[in-house]
């Protein structure tokens, strides 16, 4: 994990993770859209009004709470999870390299599925009753053009910190939309990013059990 300026959660969000996304998925799209780009404006880049690349569907689930016994450790431990489906609705195969990252309300980023231990997509996959959930890296790969071929997935997060309050989930991988900013005599590549938002209020003492609220502005796209 890594620290950001709490300024970036508190309102520059689009900022956040410059650096810290897919080097897979960075690849991929250098290789397949070098010539897609967003705008970029005197504040920080945007995406296009109307999609420049190609864009993946996706739904997904809210956010949720499980506490799994994990051999080895004395205490039940506590992760969060985000379940979703993922559609090609395109005109032809994509390659979908999926990176997931929650930003906390203190500023770390955390990257999924990072030391979580087998069992807890189990527990998850019982919970939720979906035959074919599988974890986010065996999502990745050719996704297939029509709804039938559709993959269902879910990205999972130690909890670091009983209260969430307010944070985010960035989804990269959904589109081949990029930008180029030059900073420092070096070349950033960012890309169209999808960031889910939520507040939850009062989960330090009743954690997981409280209602989990989508921010004011819940769904949006940004370059990062």
């Known amino acids: 994990m890594h620290k950001l300026p709490l300024t970036l959660a508190a309102g520059a969000l689009a900022l956040a993770g410059w650096i810290g996304s897919s080097d897979n998925a960075r690849a ?11 705008s970029v404006d005197a504040g920080y880049p945007k995406p296009a009004l109307v999609p420049a690349s190609w864009e ?25 999870y985000l379940t979703y489906t993922v559609t090609n609705a395109t005109d032809r195969e994509q390659s979908f390299l999926p990176s997931f990252e929650m930003l906390t309300p203190d500023g770390t980023v955390l990257r999924s599925d990072q030391r979580v231990p087998s069992i807890v997509f189990d527990k998850i ?8 959930l599988e974890p986010f890296y065996k999502t990745a790969g050719t996704l297939l053009v029509g709804e039938e071929q559709a993959k269902d997935g879910v990205a999972i997060w130690p909890e670091t910190q009983l209260r969430k309050g307010r944070f985010s989930i960035f989804v990269e991988g959904l589109s081949g939309e990029i930008a180029e900013i030059k900073a420092a005599d070096k070349t950033f590549i960012l ?34």
Not at 125 to 132: A, G, L, P
Not at 192 to 200: A, V
């Open 28 to 38: 991929f799209a250098d290789e397949q859209a070098p010539n897609q780009s967003a």
């Open 191 to 224: 890309r169209k990013t999808l960031q889910l938002n939520y507040h939850i209020r009062g989960d330090e003492v009743y954690p997981g059990e409280d209602e989990i609220n989508a921010a004011e502005t819940a769904v949006q796209w940004v370059m990062r």
């Open 56 to 80: 993946l569907g996706f739904t997904h689930g809210v956010p949720q709470r499980i506490v799994v016994e994990v051999a080895g450790m004395t205490n039940p431990q506590a992760y969060w």
């Open 125 to 132: 996959k019982e919970r939720e009753k979906k035959t074919f």
